[in-house]
């Protein structure tokens, strides 16, 4: 490929919109084009790399007795109403209707669809166990897309559905997804993405794995223990706190407090800390309307993830009405009066002497003693994990709190979707079961995007050879020298028929022109042909990542010594077995 033939435009300029470097850089160095909030079109080198991460995949499932199929983009809504999912997932899922009235969705996901292709064939027990997958276009209304690739309303999604007779064979097909994935993640040239538990959200099921790039740029938080190697994504991990349990309690005593309404308020006008305080966090449940009220230590936070699993439903902070029978700033737990769902975190356990609203305007409680002031409260995990919080495994206070982004993830099901959609297969007595299922994906523009982020410098990308739009990058300065183009051109004769993917920048531009659209491009192996080369009958070849790794190579043994590097690279990323 000629650089000069190449669609799309390479520039200086960061776009004011960018929050991150690889929305930045990919938009700067002509891979993709804003189409609407959320949707690109994908030029050259990104689809390049992308069919190359689809190829890494493809081999792993395979690996795996993965079979490919695929799923439609438009499905009937009656699918999704088999699982129930039609009414309970938001907003996210696009509804629509085609000409003649009946309802429609845009899959965002396609376990139904997985379900509906298989059912007949999963009939018997001696068809199992089995797993499809799927490279495929998706879209997923969100609400805020943002950071370019990584979080859009379209996007290319490896999405697999394994079936199973039992769940001792779920698992064990789900140990080997969890080493696929990192293998497929090492060989992409990201070897630091980590697996933590995570919270399983609309997808259902029992357990499942996230697969976070750990990097500032990330939209998730994730928990680590630097001691026991505990690791979490905020919606699930767990919040373990201390109280003081030996303290001589005090009385619950009313103290005027005018004007206060926040914690930090009642703290400095109490002299206290937060975590001597308890403070009400007030919600409505989307489907009625009706209050929740949910009272946890002042200093800690509600993960928002715990409180709607344990409710079963979906809820929205709430506005307060004068005639709710909520003191807004003033609500505490004793003597609230009212048809509202109340919820203790077990941050108060056991609890002496907090400061608490005393439902009046303009009071508040002091000497607060869970035990013996709401004796009937029941206690659940509702707060966030906290940095330096204690660690659930080991107990100790070493747990920090990182950010990152989600390259992939993997659910075990259950039957879930099985026995909603009434799948059952016949066993060798002839009863009939649900077959348990597990399921897997990628988002293969974002994984892409991840691998931006991981790999850049300043002045552009740093792809690994394995996912690299080209392996070689050939200058030619000085195109104007008919020698030199002449040498450069059969040079490039030479890397194509050794099976070399290579683009040649035969351009008549400045040296700086060429070495910033080459930055911007990021291939690993860069070769220079220029009159002072030419003059030392030699090329200079450099790799992208470390540009002071330099050597200058006779035109008889440039090629080899381009193939030897390039496996060199390649085996940089091949994993461990």
């Not at 348990?436 to 994984?447: H, P, Q, S």
Request: with cysteine; hydrophobic share 35%.
């Amino acid at each position: 490929m000629k650089l000069a033939n190449l669609i799309g435009e390479r520039f200086k300029e960061t776009p004011s919109d960018c929050i991150i470097e690889s929305h930045a850089l990919m938009l700067r160095g002509g891979y993709m084009k804003y189409v609407a909030n959320g949707i690109y079109s994908s030029l050259p080198p990104l689809r390049r790399i992308t069919k190359k991460i689809e190829q890494i995949i493809r081999e792993e499932m395979d690996a795996l007795d993965g079979q490919e199929v695929q799923f439609p983009v438009v499905l009937p809504a009656s699918l999704w109403q088999e699982s129930g999912r039609y009414e309970s997932v938001g907003s996210e899922l696009l509804r629509l209707k085609d000409r003649n009235g009946s309802p429609l969705v845009l899959g965002m996901t396609h376990e139904e669809a997985a379900v509906q292709l298989v059912r007949d064939y999963g009939s018997t027990y001696s068809r199992y166990p089995f797993m499809i997958y799927q490279i495929q276009t998706k879209f997923r209304d969100e609400a805020r897309p943002r950071a370019g690739l990584i979080r859009v309303r379209e996007f290319t999604m490896k999405d697999a559905y394994s079936f199973h007779t039992s769940t001792e064979d779920l698992e064990a097909y789900y140990l080997r997804c969890h080493r696929a994935y990192e293998r497929i993640f090492a060989r992409a040239g990201i070897p630091e993405v980590l697996s933590v538990a995570s919270d399983s959200g609309m997808m259902g099921g029992s357990l499942s794995h996230e697969f976070m790039l750990l990097t500032p740029a990330g939209e998730d938080s994730i928990v680590l223990c630097s001691s026991c190697g505990y690791r979490a994504n905020m919606e699930a991990a767990e919040c373990i706190t201390q109280n003081c349990t030996d303290a001589v309690p005090e009385p619950l005593t009313p103290v005027e407090t005018p004007d206060i309404h926040t914690i930090e308020e009642l703290c400095s006008f109490l002299e206290i800390t937060a975590a001597g305080t308890c403070k009400a966090v007030v919600y409505q449940k989307n489907r009625d309307d009706s209050y929740v009220v949910l009272f946890l230590r002042g200093d800690l936070d509600v993960n928002e993830t715990k409180l709607t699993n344990h409710l079963g439903e979906e809820v929205h902070p709430a506005l307060i009405r004068e005639d709710s029978g909520l003191q807004a700033g003033f609500i505490g737990p004793c003597g609230l009066d009212g048809s509202f769902t109340v919820l203790f975190d077990r941050s108060l356990e056991g609890a002496l002497n907090l400061a608490c609203g005393a439902n009046r305007e303009g009071f508040h409680y002091t000497g607060l003693c869970m035990q013996r002031d709401c004796p009937d409260a029941l206690y659940h995990d509702f707060a966030k994990a906290v940095e330096g919080g204690i660690c659930p495994v080991c107990g100790k206070h070493t747990l920090t709190i990182s950010r990152g982004i989600e390259v992939g993830n993997i659910f075990q099901l259950g039957s879930k979707y099985t026995r909603a959609m009434h799948m059952q297969y016949t066993d060798a007595e002839g009863v009939s079961h649900y077959p348990v299922m597990g399921c897997y994906g990628i988002g293969v523009g974002r994984l892409a995007a991840s691998v931006c982020e991981a790999r850049h410098d300043g002045s552009g990308p740093i792809w690994p050879v394995t996912i690299a739009p080209w392996q070689v990058h050939l200058c030619c300065m000085r195109s104007d020298n008919r020698k030199v183009r002449e040498t450069a051109d059969k040079l490039y004769d030479g890397l194509q028929k050794a099976g070399i993917e290579v683009l040649y920048d035969d351009r008549n531009v400045s040296a700086g022109i060429m070495f910033s659209d080459a930055d911007l491009l990021g291939i690993p192996v860069r070769l220079i042909m220029s009159p002072r080369n030419l003059k030392e009958n030699c090329v200079e070849m450099t790799l992208r990542r470390d540009k002071t790794d330099t050597g200058r190579y006779s035109m008889e043994e440039i090629i080899p010594r381009v193939e030897e590097k390039i496996n060199e690279l390649m085996a940089e990323l091949q994993p461990e077995s």
